[in-house]
């Protein structure tokens, strides 16, 4: 499971309305959202996809125990598939659009721990979801 970063200002020209598909989203609920304050270290059971309007966000990933940083400026899409740990730092304030899974759970890491450790209410949710099926 990986992150994909898409810079609007690096697609090619050419046909008029061409373009990658970021995401096939069952269901998607579109989240216009405003922020000067990071979130919380998390997974989510859908996917997800931000695309920032404006400012700029440091959006950290932990991917096979190691974090990255990738940062998003105006008009960068970045697709999150479900199960990925991350954490948006806005960097000043931000303008960002999130479309994600309607009925897509949102779990939360224990508070105080740098990543979803084993025995964390986070690891613990991965565990159950995975025992039952779900991707998360």
């Known amino acids: 499971m990986s992150a994909t970063l898409f810079h ?25 959202r ?18 920032v309007l404006a400012g700029r966000v440091a959006m950290h990933l932990r991917e096979d125990g190691a974090e990255r940083v990738v940062t998003l400026g105006p008009g960068d899409l970045l697709h999150l598939p479900a199960g990925a740990e991350h954490v ?35 690891a613990s949710a991965r565990s159950a979801r995975a025992r039952r099926g779900r991707p998360c």
């Open 8 to 32: 609007g200002a690096a697609l090619p020209g050419g046909t008029a309305w061409s373009g990658p598909a970021v995401a096939r989203i069952p269901d998607a609920v579109v989240k216009l």
């Open 34 to 51: 405003w922020t000067d304050q990071p979130y919380r270290w998390h997974v989510n059971t859908g996917q997800e996809v931000f695309a």
């Open 88 to 122: 948006a730092h806005p960097q000043g304030p931000a303008c960002l659009l999130v479309v994600e899974q309607a009925g897509s759970d949102e779990l939360t890491c224990a508070a105080g721990r740098s990543s979803c450790r084993p025995g964390s209410p986070c």
